[in-house]
């Protein structure tokens, strides 16, 4: 039960800090922030599949009822989810899981953590930008901006592994 409450505490504190504050982040345009996408990531290995996409277009849907998107956050967050598990298995061997192994820096390591983040950030902002303009005319820029979201994206996902998700010694 504890381990529920926690999730559902970073799900809340998650989507308040986009809604309220990163969705205000803008620079030139070119890029945004999507720290929301950190709840898809952290997800243990062992959700089931439906728990797990019901769960992204919650947090999706949750994003978009706040900042008037239509559905592109859930669509992106789902279509995340849904590869979710092809990532895991193609950065992965089988043998380096052990039980109640969680994705991130501090259970599986950076290099892991690191691939396994910026592939999934990068298909989640694809989808996002490119639902938003929901057109090819602009391919190379869309482009641009999803290369660039997903690196400052991140940056902000490896930063909050480092300050909230180690372990105290």
């Not at 559902?8 to 809604?19: A, D, R």
């Not at 070119?30 to 797990?52: A, C, D, K, Q």
């Not at 991130?104 to 490119?130: A, C, E, M």
Request: one cysteine or more; glycine letters at 4%; a positive charge.
């Amino acid at each position: 039960m504890r381990r529920y409450l926690k999730y559902v505490l970073i799900f809340v504190v998650l989507v308040l800090l986009q809604v309220l504050v990163l969705n205000r982040i803008n620079f030139s345009g070119y890029i945004n922030p999507y720290l929301y996408v950190l709840f898809i990531l952290i997800l243990p290995f062992e959700t089931p599949g439906w728990l797990l996409l019901i769960s992204s277009f919650l947090i999706g849907f949750s994003v978009d009822i706040f900042s008037n998107m239509q559905g592109m956050n859930a669509a992106a967050s789902v279509f995340m989810a849904f590869c979710r598990p092809l990532v895991i298995r193609l950065v992965t061997t089988p043998r380096e899981f052990e039980s109640n192994m969680e994705p991130g820096i501090r259970d599986i390591g950076f290099r892991w953590f690191l691939s396994y983040s910026l592939i999934l950030i990068f298909l989640h902002h694809l989808v996002l930008f490119y639902l938003e303009v929901f057109s090819f005319a602009q391919f190379f820029s869309t482009l641009l901006r999803a290369a660039l979201s997903t690196v400052f994206t991140l940056f902000l996902v490896i930063l909050s592994q480092y300050l909230f998700f180690m372990r105290k010694r």
